[in-house]
C-alpha cells in the first residue's frame, strides 16, 4: 500500500462544480502539503500544514481552501472549480529524520475542468 | 522573481553517457537545502538527491552526483552513465524559510531528459 494515497486519481468535472480532491498518509508525518503542477511551470505550492492546528498558504491559494481533519487527511477543495485549475495535483507529506526536510510524495490526481 | 531557474526545458543524451541538468536559485537565506526529484511518464515524484547549504562536500547517490557551486548559486545534476530509464522528467527544488515563518519547498520549471539507445 501507498503510504501516501490520493483519491481520486483522475476526475473530469464541470465549470462552478464544488470538487475535494483527498490525501491520506500512513507515515505518520506532521507536515503536508498541496502542489499543483502546471508544464512549464513545475510545481507550485498551494497549502501546507504543519500540524492539524496549523494551515498555510502557498504561493497560490486563490480559488481553493483546504481542510486538516487529522494527522493523517489533508483534503483540497475547489469551491467553484475553473477551467484554469486543469492540472496534475500533488499531495505530500514531508519529515526531518535524515537531518533535511525530504517530501514524499502521492502519485497525483489529475484534474480537468471543461 | 522565480527562485529556481532550470534552463533547459529539454535535453538528449546517448546511452551510457553522461549528463549535467542546469539549476540555478535565488535566496537571501544562510540555511537552506537543495533538492532533485525525478518524475518518470507514470507521474511519480521521485527523490533522488539533497544538498545542505552547509555541505562543503557535493552530495552523490550512486550513479546521481549534485555539482554544488554556492557562489554561483548553481546546483547542477550530474546523471553518469545514462539508462534508457533515465527518462523522466526532472525537477530541482529548495527548500526555504525559517524556524519562526516555517519551511517550503519551491520548485523549478523542470527539465525533460531524453536518453538515446
Known amino acids: 500500500d501507498a503510504d501516501v494515497t490520493q483519491t481520486p486519481r483522475n476526475r473530469i468535472t464541470k465549470t462552478g462544480k464544488r470538487i475535494m480532491l483527498e490525501c491520506s498518509q500512513t507515515?505518520?508525518?506532521?507536515?503536508m502539503y498541496w502542489y499543483r503542477q502546471d508544464p512549464g511551470l513545475g510545481l507550485r505550492l498551494i497549502y501546507y500544514?504543519?500540524?492539524?492546528?496549523?494551515?498555510n498558504k502557498g504561493e497560490i491559494s486563490d480559488g481553493y481552501s483546504v481542510s486538516r481533519q487529522a494527522q493523517a487527511k489533508f483534503s483540497l477543495s475547489l469551491e467553484s472549480a475553473i477551467p484554469n485549475q486543469t492540472a496534475l495535483y500533488f499531495c505530500?507529506?514531508?519529515?526531518?529524520?535524515?537531518?533535511?526536510?525530504?517530501?514524499?510524495f502521492g502519485s497525483g490526481t489529475q484534474l480537468s475542468v471543461l | 522573481a522565480q527562485k529556481i531557474t532550470q534552463t533547459q526545458p529539454g535535453m538528449f543524451v546517448q546511452e551510457k553517457e553522461a549528463v549535467t541538468l542546469d539549476c540555478t536559485y535565488d535566496t537571501s537565506d544562510q540555511s537552506y537545502g537543495l533538492f532533485w526529484y525525478k518524475q518518470p511518464s507514470s507521474g511519480e515524484m521521485i527523490f533522488l538527491i539533497y544538498q545542505g547549504s552547509y555541505d562543503e562536500q557535493n552530495a552523490t547517490e550512486g550513479r546521481y552526483s549534485l555539482n554544488f557551486q554556492k557562489a554561483r548559486k548553481s546546483a547542477n545534476l550530474v546523471i553518469s552513465a545514462s539508462q534508457l530509464g533515465d527518462s523522466a522528467m526532472y525537477f530541482c527544488a529548495m527548500r526555504e524559510g525559517s524556524v519562526t515563518g516555517g519551511f517550503k519547498t519551491i520548485f523549478g520549471a523542470g527539465t525533460r531528459l531524453f536518453v538515446k539507445a
Open positions: 507515515k505518520g508525518h506532521d507536515r
Open positions: 505530500a507529506t514531508s519529515d526531518t529524520g535524515q537531518g533535511y526536510e525530504k517530501l514524499f
Open positions: 500544514s504543519f500540524d492539524v492546528k496549523d494551515i
